[in-house]
């Protein structure tokens, strides 16, 4: 569903998107994780999470001095359970893999 949504994306802005995803086990490399999630940790410490609204809120008051600031929204959209990719879909996808490690890297263009 990702990737036909990706393709469609690209179909919809005329433009190529690249993906790079980290492989599984490999988020410590990741820089976003490095400069939040120990900032979240220290917000939520020693806090009992019993609702999204409190886990919201201390989010959003996470902060540091060098400036940063976390925003957080709770999503009240409802997913469809069961929808699968359109049939033709890989028929059409334009997408092309890297040769290193192709399944987390790749660009879908879109169709012309």
């Known amino acids: 569903m990702f990737k036909e949504s990706l393709q469609n994306l690209a179909n919809t802005i005329g433009l190529p998107i690249r ?3 980290y492989p599984p086990y490999t988020s410590k490399w990741n820089p976003i994780e490095h400069r939040l999630f120990p900032h979240l940790t220290r917000s939520m ?33 409802m997913y469809d359970a069961g ?10 996808a334009n997408i092309v893999f890297d040769r290193v490690l192709g399944s987390w890297n790749y660009v879908v263009s879109p169709n012309t």
């Open 83 to 92: 929808k699968e990719v359109a049939d033709d879909f890989y028929e059409h």
């Open 45 to 77: 410490q020693g806090v009992i999470l019993n609702s999204l609204e409190l886990v919201q809120e201390l989010i959003r008051k996470t902060t540091t001095t060098t400036g940063l600031r976390v925003f957080a929204r709770i999503s009240k959209k």
């Open 19 to 21: 993906l790079a995803h």
